[in-house]
């Protein structure tokens, strides 16, 4: 378990390193009182809300405040909305993380197919047309494939809501989206957005696995021993090429929930993106930092999640740590 | 095409002019080019060749399992009377690992390496026939002991890379005779491994098939092996037969250069620090065969009527020889 604790301490480094920067990065950008005190203050008032945000102190000092305050558990409170920041983000987390994994899910649960089939019947009409379609995928910007699905499905069609999160219901105390109907509708076209950068990249692995494990003597020695198509490569092939489908799943999880910044702006998600973004535009240091720190924690736990993983897939990598 | 001499029994399996052609963007590559022999129960032949000369290919063409850009464009696979090239893949299916089974060349590469030693032999076992999973470990740890591996009921739940070489053979052997198969196909199983070992599996193997009246189409370059296992041997050049017959006769009085050729390349006791003798040349180009006779660019007693397309023929009885010259060669 000694990894485990190194990996603790490496996340405890990233994320001083990353609110040094915050830190520095704000402090040069902008004053945050020019922005959040009102141009119409006399001086006192000027002075007395400067003193309250504790923006006269030296820069250093901020920070020491900040690190002897975080080390309580808190994270400092929104210049804006007057609340601790932590709880700020937390409050919006959900539905980020709903339309995250959503996202992850749908990239899995068409990705996989779709590669499979591009990796089976790697000539047919279909594969190609798959193929060229993740070329799409890859590369068209999120935002704009996100208004062009906004266009053809809610302005268009009419089929499906465009903004907001729709009737919500809760569960464990939160408002989820996904347990009613009308929640799910407005799911889906965000998720999808978010999505298909990563359907691309999963399906595309999944093929190039499929084309490189095909060809193996334990597929033909499998094929030897009578054994249907469908568990061939069910089991055969699909086991030995999860291991970097996997990896990649699992580290863009990481990057799904950021780029959820720009999703969550077209389709007004009201997730910590969306926060994120108008925290910035007014210098809200607290915010900022409290939502980098999650991120970072996120990355730290998702690379970790992976990790454990790969042990459980691959039999060699767990002699490998044995020996 | 001519026929061997029949058997003593009918041939389980019967390969008559066999024809396996793989269709590269550079030509048609002849791997198996008018192949023909027979097995009988109980029978071990050795089909010995280099490597290039179609051994292999007609081992898979048997199993039906060519990948493409290959594929089997002529003859007939008679197993049982059936013929495998008609078969629909339905049909094939329940055949392989049932009443015909392969056993590879390498074993580090046969087993899945990311799936249980259990998992692989149960889903075997279950391939054909519905048993429950109990009773399909039962079966699991039964074949693991016959093959000769310690403590199967634990080794059962290890990983391929937990295994020797050695050991990943004998798995693959447990999950070939899993079903008691009529027809054993055997792609040098044993060339990958130590002499010892390679014993070992061949003795084992040779105990397991007469045990059971199974039929061995053992594929090997190795004459040694050949010698101490099979009944009959077949020689293979460029995708064709050119010398078939019983061991004896064959590996003591060749008849074909090609035969003569290898078998003197073998190293020997008698002819301690004499220098080996080798078959002057290289395997040839399937895409651009000699005319005529393929050996005849390498052959010591080539002459001009070896432009020409020399047929089997019998020169001893249950001997058959594709050459014009056969009593030009000598034992070594």
């Given at each position: 378990m000694l990894w485990l604790l190194h990996r603790v301490i490496q996340a405890g480094f990233v994320v001083l390193a990353m609110t040094v920067l915050v830190f520095v990065a704000v402090n040069v950008v902008g004053n945050p009182a020019d922005i959040l005190?009102?141009?119409?203050?006399?001086q006192a008032e000027r002075a007395r809300v400067i003193a309250a945000f504790g923006l006269d102190q030296p820069l250093w000092r901020q920070y020491l405040h900040f690190l002897v305050q975080a080390a309580h558990g808190n994270l400092g409170r929104s210049?804006?909305?007057?609340?601790p920041a932590l709880q700020l983000i937390l409050q919006r987390m959900p539905a980020t993380m709903e339309l995250a994994v959503s996202a992850v899910l749908l990239s899995v649960l068409i990705g996989i197919p779709l590669g499979l089939l591009a990796g089976l019947w790697p000539d047919a009409l279909l594969s190609r047309a798959v193929m060229a379609g993740s070329i799409l995928g890859f590369s068209l910007p999120t935002f704009w494939v996100g208004l062009m699905l906004i266009m053809v499905?809610?302005?268009?069609?009419?089929?499906?809501?465009?903004?907001g999160r729709g009737r919500t219901a809760l569960l464990f105390g939160v408002p989820w989206s996904f347990l009613t109907l009308d929640g799910l509708r407005h799911l889906l076209l965000p998720a999808l957005n978010l999505a298909l950068f990563n359907i691309s990249l999963v399906l595309r692995l999944t093929r190039a696995g499929v084309r490189e494990v095909l060809p193996m003597d334990y597929i033909r020695f499998a094929r030897a021993k009578g054994l249907s198509p469908a568990r061939i490569v069910g089991v055969h092939v699909l086991k030995a090429i999860l291991m970097p489908i996997v990896t990649v799943v699992g580290l863009e999880f990481g990057s799904t929930v950021a780029f959820a910044v720009v999703t969550e702006s077209v389709f007004a998600w009201p997730g910590m993106g969306k926060l994120i973004i108008d925290s910035i535009g007014v210098l809200d240091r607290p915010v900022i930092a409290a939502y980098l720190v999650i991120i970072v924690l996120l990355f730290v736990t998702i690379n970790l999640v992976v990790d454990l993983l790969y042990t459980a897939l691959d039999p060699r990598v767990r002699s490998d740590e044995a020996g | 095409m001519q026929a061997l001499p029949a058997a003593?029994?009918?041939?389980?399996l019967e390969v008559r002019d066999l024809r396996t052609h793989f269709f590269m963007r550079a030509g048609v590559v002849?791997?198996?080019?008018?192949v023909s022999f027979g097995v009988a129960p109980g029978e071990v032949l050795g089909l010995v060749g280099e490597s290039g000369s179609g051994k292999t290919v007609t081992g898979f063409s048997v199993m039906r399992l060519v990948e493409p850009?290959?594929?089997?464009v002529g003859g007939k696979i008679l197993f049982r009377g059936r013929d495998l090239a008609q078969l629909s893949e339905r049909a094939m299916r329940d055949l392989r690992g049932n009443r015909i089974a392969m056993v590879f060349q390498d074993p580090m590469t046969?087993?899945?390496?990311?799936?249980?030693i259990d998992t692989q032999l149960i889903e075997a076992v279950r391939a054909h026939g519905r048993t429950s999973r109990r009773a399909a470990r039962a079966r699991a740890v039964e074949a693991m002991a016959m093959v000769g591996i310690p403590q199967p009921e634990e080794r059962l739940?290890?990983?391929?890379?937990?295994?020797?070489g050695g050991m990943r053979q004998r798995i693959a052997i447990a999950i070939a005779l899993l079903h008691r198969p009529e027809l054993i196909i055997a792609?040098?199983?044993?060339?990958?491994?130590?002499v010892t070992i390679q014993a070992q599996i061949l003795a084992e193997v040779q105990r397991l098939a007469r045990e059971h009246g199974t039929a061995l189409l053992w594929i090997t370059h190795d004459l040694s092996v050949v010698a101490g296992l099979a009944d009959r041997v077949a020689v293979m050049y460029a995708g064709r037969i050119v010398e078939s017959g019983a061991v004896d006769r064959v590996l003591d009085h060749p008849r074909h250069p090609y035969t003569s050729g290898l078998i003197e390349s073998v190293p020997s006791r008698n002819r301690r620090g004499a220098r080996l003798r080798q078959i002057p040349g290289?395997?040839?180009n399937l895409l651009a065969l000699p005319r005529g006779c393929a050996f005849r660019t390498r052959?010591?007693?080539?002459?001009?009527?070896?432009a020409a397309e020399p047929r089997l023929t019998?020169?001893?009885?249950g001997q058959m020889v594709r050459c014009f010259?056969?009593?030009r060669v000598t034992a070594a």
């Open positions: 005190i009102s141009p119409q203050a006399d210049f804006v909305f007057n609340q499905f809610a302005v268009q069609l009419g089929w499906l809501p465009s903004t | 003593a029994t009918a041939p389980i002849p791997a198996v080019d008018g850009p290959g594929r089997i046969t087993l899945n390496p990311v799936l249980r739940s290890a990983y391929p890379h937990q295994f020797s792609d040098e199983p044993t060339t990958a491994l130590d290289m395997t040839p052959c010591p007693h080539a002459a001009d009527a070896c019998e020169t001893a009885p010259y056969p009593e």
